[in-house]
């Protein structure tokens, strides 16, 4: 009956796949000195707390500040972490994602909205971050971020997504994300996770689905982010709305960013950004770096988790 039987619970210790994480990505991970990583809250006002993961030993400031793309969560970033390490690093669950409360107006698509909650996170935990990476979703809240709280962006990593991008290009993420919104098993869950993700091995997507879904009492499944307007669902129905270009507003934000821009962008098919993208990119701000993943699409952190880490860490010097 697959790896897990219908209804049959399955245990999930949160930070305990970490050595599979390593040894997939052949990473070093010492058991007798593993890295140092805890699950941390913010009062976000209105009663919401927004969750995330902080990795390294507490002394300081973070030096980088990670969001995860829609439908994502902090743990989408676990391989990067640990390429990354010694680096401090706060990985957030954006609104209505991972463990983190709802977005806290109706419409979920706003990037503003999350950015302004995030911003609250940034300033509490990592006020001295010396970058913020985003990755799809993520990376347009960073591009938010950077507007109502710039001096919160020092510099700024983009993961495969920039203003403006066609929503076409971003329609097997639509498919995916606004699929069934339950399921009988885990093996139902990963099989259909699976039929999305082909050029993913099966034991990173199981890991992925047991940070991103939680077990019902009846013994179905359903993914740990909102569906409604506030939720993942809520943000790609958005999307859609918007018509071809999406947060097209965004661009000034952008362009406004002081310090240095980085675009890491997959070229695989299920990439969203095109040679236009780019194109626009360098146009709005002509000191940025671009830096393309021939094997990688859309979830860079996914497919290429090292080679994204060494980037990041050439950009941040």
């Given amino acids: 009956m697959g790896d897990v039987a219908r209804g049959r619970d399955v245990g999930y210790d949160e930070f305990g796949m970490l050595p599979e994480n390593a040894a997939e990505a052949g990473l070093p991970f010492d058991a007798a000195d593993p890295p140092v990583v805890e699950r941390v809250w913010v009062d976000v006002g209105?009663?919401?707390?927004?969750?995330?993961?902080?990795?390294?030993?507490?002394?300081?400031?973070?030096?980088?500040?990670?969001?995860?793309?829609?439908?994502?969560?902090?743990?989408?970033?676990?391989?990067?972490?640990?390429?990354?390490?010694?680096?401090?690093?706060?990985?957030?669950?954006?609104?209505?994602?991972?463990?983190?409360?709802?977005?806290?107006?109706?419409?979920?698509?706003?990037?503003?909205?999350?950015?302004?909650?995030?911003?609250?996170?940034?300033?509490?935990?990592?006020?001295?971050?010396?970058?913020?990476?985003?990755?799809?979703?993520?990376?347009?809240?960073a591009i938010a971020l950077a507007g109502v709280a710039p001096d919160l962006?020092?510099?700024?990593?983009?993961?495969?997504?920039?203003?403006?991008?066609?929503?076409?290009?971003?329609?097997?993420?639509?498919?995916?994300?606004?699929?069934?919104?339950?399921?009988?098993?885990?093996?139902d869950l990963l099989?259909?996770?699976?039929?999305?993700?082909?050029?993913?091995?099966?034991?990173?997507?199981?890991?992925?689905?047991?940070?991103?879904?939680?077990?019902?009492?009846?013994?179905?499944?359903?993914?740990?982010?909102?569906?409604?307007?506030?939720?993942?669902?809520?943000?790609?129905?958005g999307i859609k709305a918007q018509g071809d270009q999406l947060y097209q507003d965004l661009w000034s934000d952008l362009a406004g960013v002081a310090g240095p821009v980085l675009l890491c962008r997959g070229l695989r098919d299920d990439s969203v950004l095109r040679d236009r993208d780019v194109d626009e990119l360098r146009r709005q701000a002509p000191n940025a770096q671009v830096v393309d993943f021939p094997d990688a699409g859309h979830s860079i952190q996914g497919d290429r988790p090292v080679a994204l880490a060494e980037t990041l860490a050439t950009f941040l010097g």
């Fill in 46 to 141: 209105g009663g919401r707390e927004l969750s995330a993961i902080a990795w390294g030993d507490g002394a300081g400031s973070p030096e980088v500040v990670l969001l995860h793309g829609g439908a994502q969560n902090a743990h989408t970033w676990d391989t990067v972490a640990l390429a990354l390490r010694p680096r401090t690093i706060l990985a957030i669950d954006l609104p209505g994602h991972g463990h983190s409360a709802d977005a806290r107006e109706s419409d979920g698509s706003s990037a503003v909205a999350a950015a302004e909650d995030v911003a609250t996170v940034i300033r509490e935990l990592a006020p001295e971050a010396r970058a913020v990476v985003g990755m799809s979703f993520g990376g347009l809240t």
């Fill in 153 to 187: 962006v020092r510099s700024l990593a983009l993961v495969d997504v920039l203003p403006g991008l066609e929503s076409r290009n971003a329609s097997h993420i639509m498919a995916f994300v606004n699929g069934p919104p339950a399921f009988a098993s885990f093996d």
């Fill in 191 to 237: 099989e259909r996770t699976i039929q999305f993700n082909p050029h993913r091995s099966r034991s990173s997507l199981r890991r992925g689905i047991l940070h991103n879904a939680a077990q019902q009492p009846d013994g179905s499944w359903v993914w740990r982010h909102s569906r409604g307007s506030s939720g993942a669902a809520g943000r790609i129905a």
